[in-house]
């Protein structure tokens, strides 16, 4: 079975630009979640989509959104990147109240 | 202060040497995670708690809900265990995000070295 595949692994941006990671979840998960990890804020959690929807949202601006496809695949997006903005993005998957399945990490570096 | 703390964080230990990683929350929870984090960034979940204590081969994970406190244990430590060991609760009642399971607080890691 496969696991949670984050796609790319790493990215360079400019400041100003805008990106967007993918977030393909095991088979049968419905559920998807993003975090971000930096060295000061440590993990964060962003936000999680079920059935397409948006559940819960964290403390970002909105600069920060995603969404959910009807085969589960999520995808977020980043628009006028800053340097802090510079981490890695981890996104999760499960089938409900279930343990999470994490993914190997998107790191962003913006320059 | 932060509402998930972790202890100690930074654990150095010989190979053989049994392991202790403490993490205490201020919130109401419904579920604690134990999450492992090597080098590379990518985490696995090791165990998912809402009470009393689970085993899985060397790690041994405990709650108690009433003191709000949870250890991680590891018995027979090797080098292979060296790793950033994280410590997340999924919240109870107004801030729990309604049945989002997804919304998690992080404790800020126990950087574990184990040599050989």
């Known amino acids: 079975k496969a696991g949670v595949t984050q796609t790319p692994r790493y990215l360079i941006k400019t400041r100003g630009q805008q990106v967007t990671l993918s977030c393909s979840p095991i088979?049968?998960?419905?559920?998807v979640s993003w975090y971000q990890q930096t060295p000061g804020q440590g993990l964060q959690f962003l936000f999680e989509y079920f059935s397409e929807t948006q559940r819960n949202k964290g403390n970002f601006p909105g600069r920060f959104s995603g969404r959910q496809f009807s085969n589960s695949r999520s995808e977020m997006n980043v628009s006028t990147l800053e340097l802090g903005d510079s981490a890695l993005y981890l996104c999760?998957?499960?089938?409900?109240?279930?343990?999470?399945?994490f993914g190997q990490g998107t790191r962003l570096t913006v320059v | 202060k932060n509402e998930v703390e972790q202890s100690p964080q930074n654990l150095t230990a010989q190979e053989g040497e049994f392991i202790t990683i403490n993490c205490s929350y201020s919130v109401g929870i419904s579920a604690l995670h134990w999450l492992q984090q090597h080098p590379g960034g990518g985490i696995v979940s090791l165990f998912m708690l809402s009470s009393g204590k689970k085993k899985h081969g060397r790690l041994i994970a405990t709650i108690n809900i009433q003191e709000k406190h949870s250890s991680l244990h590891i018995t027979a430590s090797h080098p292979r265990d060296s790793a950033v060991y994280i410590c997340?609760?999924?919240?109870?009642?107004?801030?729990?995000?309604?049945?989002?399971?997804?919304?998690?607080?992080f404790g800020q890691g126990t950087i574990l070295t184990v040599h050989p």
């Open positions: 999760a998957s499960r089938r409900w109240s279930t343990e999470a399945f």
């Open positions: 088979s049968g998960h419905r559920s």
């Open positions: 997340a609760v999924k919240q109870y009642g107004p801030n729990a995000g309604g049945t989002s399971y997804g919304k998690l607080t």
